[in-house]
């Protein structure tokens, strides 16, 4: 019985995807199913390697193109858009077993993709009082501002060091996108990390609201001295457009 297109189709893409198991399609020639095998993985590859600059850089080369061949092979992406591609490398990794030479990878990789999506996002920005009082009216965040937690020291990894046990404390991270389009990084504290879950969290309370809580969370009084430096932080916070001002 004949191939039929469908048939030939997918048996074309499982060999892309895993030559070394899937046999090629009779009806292509060999030399021309060579060049869409390295058009495939190269372009792949070179994707994944500017998305993830980092990891690329710090695996060695073999590591780094077994890594993206199992990509290729073991991943069924949702979506044909470069910009996700990335996104859907986080999924493979988070979805296979960890490797015990790099407990770190999955954090790293996230870490790396969060500066892409902050870059290309296009949200709106919510309707807003800029100059609002951020302590009587509710704070808004910024649609390109995360508040970022991780395990491992992911902003210090790199080819020349690679930790083999994490630090006792997490590693708290500000994620931002400038006017200009570029995305920056800082750390940040533990209270000023919970201030920024809390204004994703419940966006319709209030600053003096979000800094009492934080105070009764702490086992702290919310004195004005407290509410003082409550109010700085959060003015910090605007000026570093994570905040937009208040919620109209």
């Known amino acids: ?123 709106a920005l919510p309707a807003h009082d800029p100059q609002g009082d951020l302590l009587d009216a509710a704070p808004l965040c910024s649609p390109w501002c995360r508040a970022l937690a991780y395990q491992w020291p992911v902003h210090r990894i790199g080819p020349a060091w690679q930790p083999t046990q994490p630090p006792a404390e997490p590693t708290l991270l500000l994620a931002r996108r400038g006017v200009d389009g570029s995305v920056a990084f800082s750390t940040v504290s533990p209270l000023l990390f919970r201030l920024l879950e809390r204004l994703e969290q419940f966006p319709g309370h209030s600053g003096r609201m979000h800094l009492q809580a934080l105070a009764e969370e702490a086992g702290v009084v919310a004195d004005p001295a407290f509410l003082a430096n409550g109010a700085a932080m959060l003015q910090q916070l605007r000026e570093r457009a994570c905040i937009l001002g208040t919620a109209r």
């Open 1 to 123: 019985m004949a191939e039929t297109l469908a048939q030939l189709q997918q048996r074309f893409a499982a060999h892309l995807r895993d030559p070394e198991r899937q046999p090629a399609p009779d009806a292509i020639a060999r030399r021309r199913m060579q060049v869409y095998r390295e058009l495939y993985f190269n372009n792949l590859q070179s994707l994944l390697a500017a998305n993830f600059p980092v990891i690329r850089r710090t695996l060695d080369d073999a590591e780094w193109l077994s890594l993206v061949r199992a990509f290729c092979r073991d991943h069924r992406a949702h979506t044909p858009l470069f910009t996700e591609i990335a996104q859907e490398f986080i999924l493979f990794l988070d979805q296979r077993p960890a490797d015990p030479r790099y407990p770190w990878l999955l954090e790293l990789a996230h870490y790396e993709w969060i500066e892409l999506a902050l870059q290309v996002s296009d949200a």
